[in-house]
């Protein structure tokens, strides 16, 4: 009788401490609540920081693209009146050049040789618009490309913000 109250009593402890060390506890229910809340609300906050990111690289995105189309443009209205100077310095240049008109004296030379310079002047400016056209055109057409890049990675940084914040908001559930 002795050795069977004393197998009763080791098998109630060992059952008592046994389910003392499986079974959580209330503590120990709230607090791992407490931290799959703590880790629900960082997933939702950082799809939300991930989202205002997107959106401020789209808006960096969409200027860029703006001031690019300005560029290109500016770089068209500088090609366009160049050439129109070219063209028309170019004709006034050779139709001078051309007269076939006896020079009686120094000052007429001259005269003829300052019209002639300032027609090449104004010809070679119209050259530089022109060039400087195509630079500028070049330079919006990178902008534009850097903008769109900018926009397709932000659009990219809001759909997954919105993907996390979307989870953390599935795997919240509230306490009853």
Not at 23 to 43: K, N, Y
Request: aromatic share 6%; charged share 30%; net charge positive.
């Amino acid at each position: 009788m002795k050795n069977i109250l004393l197998v009763l009593l080791f098998a109630f402890f060992a059952g008592v401490t046994g389910c003392a060390v499986n079974a959580p506890t209330f503590g120990d229910r709230v607090l791992a609540e407490g931290e799959s809340h703590i880790a629900i609300a960082e997933q939702w906050k950082k799809g939300q920081n991930e989202s205002i990111k997107g959106e401020k690289l789209v808006m960096k995105g969409r200027k860029l693209v703006e001031k690019g189309r300005a560029d290109f443009r500016e770089g068209e209205q500088l090609i366009a009146s160049g050439n129109l100077a070219v063209k028309n310095n170019r004709h006034a240049y050779q139709s001078l050049s051309q007269i076939a008109q006896a020079t009686d004296s120094a000052d007429t030379a001259s005269e003829r040789a300052a019209k002639l310079k300032k027609y090449a002047t104004a010809w070679k400016k119209g050259e530089k618009r022109i060039a400087d056209g195509k630079d500028l055109i070049k330079r919006g057409n990178d902008r534009v490309d850097e903008g769109e890049s900018d926009i397709r990675k932000g659009q990219k940084l809001i759909e997954r913000g919105r993907t996390n914040m979307q989870d953390a908001e599935a795997k919240y559930q509230p306490q009853k």
